[in-house]
């Protein structure tokens, strides 16, 4: 048996594995799990239907902490992930992140406060370390639970609640990063208004045997089409989000990722939470690095781990994702570069194989966000 055979073996599978091979997906092996990269249409045709319509992806792969619990939790949650968890609003969901003592990013996060307690969603490739740094943190007195009953599956695009409303009243009347209860096959199930492409759009915990059945449903009230995850890395890229591992991970902190916007203002004053002081001393006195967007200019695109100059030759810093962006209709880029070069406008110069290419330091996102607040 071949090193590819063997690899492919050990692979986990969503509970829609047969529903994409039967759809015609090219599948590859993605943080543990055989995962559609694309079908068809593919990646650019996918990404061009979802900003315009309505797209459907299956993440099922991600982790779904449920931790049933009262508000005594909290203090040991806003040790390890800086929230403020008094002021989150019940089925109010919140990005945030699992620290550890060096304020690096073990993963982030979507935490909601839900009337029994607490969801998380996690990443795929963290969720198992994710749920044992959660559990060790809690101590005994509460029960957390990783589920793998629930699928979970992203409606993404500004056609997404004409769909969505078809099949679950008032659904239309959720805010961004809200979410609720709605039923579907006599089952309770859990909408959040969210997603990880710029668009509007919902994502849906439901149980595994009823999942297939309901994005049929979609498709049959909409022109919805499955996207497959390689449209949904040129989505968030346009729209600035990171991947973790790529463009964050266990050696930066919120404040060299451009997301201190995550932490809470009583955070920032108080601290409180693991690595404190080094983020805290980051956001008083700069970090050394920061994450920024970089247009290069042509048509060359800057791959993860392209080397980043200043004019003057000095090295700089790193592309972390890079890629083309069907809607910005050019290449687009993310990284890290000394503060003092991070300033938007100004000009780098980006090591592409042996090109050495022209690029400017850009605002995030690269494409406007679409989210609805009514």
């Not at 061009?48 to 779904?64: A, E, L, P, W």
Request: charged share 25%; net charge positive.
């Amino acid at each position: 048996m071949s090193t590819a055979n063997t690899e492919l073996k050990k692979t986990s599978k969503t509970s829609l594995y047969e529903f994409h091979k039967n759809s015609g997906a090219k599948l590859v092996n993605f943080a543990g799990y055989e995962m559609p990269i694309q079908y068809q249409d593919g990646i650019i045709q996918e990404h061009i239907h979802t900003r315009n319509s309505i797209g459907i992806f299956d993440v099922s792969h991600m982790g779904q902490l449920k931790i049933e619990c009262s508000s005594s939790i909290f203090p040991y949650l806003e040790k390890i992930i800086p929230l403020d968890f008094s002021s989150i609003e019940n089925n109010q969901s919140k990005y945030s992140f699992l620290l550890n003592d060096k304020g690096g990013i073990e993963d982030d996060l979507i935490v909601t406060k839900v009337d029994t307690g607490i969801k998380i969603v996690l990443n795929a490739a963290c969720k198992d370390n994710d749920a044992k740094i959660i559990k060790d943190s809690i101590g005994e007195g509460f029960t957390a639970v990783l589920r793998d009953d629930l699928s979970l599956i992203a409606i993404q695009g500004p056609r997404a609640v004409d769909a969505m409303k078809k099949i679950f009243k008032d659904i239309s009347k959720i805010n961004f990063m809200y979410g609720n209860y709605f039923e579907y096959n006599k089952k309770k199930i859990f909408i959040t208004r969210s997603g990880y492409t710029g668009e509007d759009g919902f994502e849906v915990s439901i149980k595994n045997e009823d999942v297939q059945e309901l994005i049929q449903d979609i498709m049959r009230v909409s022109d919805a089409k499955l996207i497959g995850l390689g449209a949904r890395d040129s989505l968030r890229l346009e729209a600035g989000l990171c991947l973790y591992g790529h463009d964050i991970n266990t050696n930066t902190t919120p404040v060299e990722g451009a997301l201190s916007w995550a932490i809470p203002k009583t955070k920032k004053e108080k601290g409180g939470f693991l690595g404190d002081k080094i983020i805290l001393d980051q956001i008083k006195n700069k970090p050394k690095k920061i994450r920024v967007g970089i247009k290069p200019e042509g048509k060359i695109i800057a791959r993860e781990g392209t080397r980043i100059f200043s004019n003057d030759q000095k090295e700089i810093g790193h592309v972390t994702s890079g890629g083309f962006g069907p809607s910005v209709k050019g290449p687009v880029a993310m990284g890290y570069v000394d503060y003092e070069q991070s300033k938007e406008g100004t000009k780098v110069i980006l090591k592409v194989r042996e090109n050495m290419v022209q690029g400017v330091v850009s605002k995030l996102p690269f494409y406007k966000k679409n989210y609805v607040k009514n």
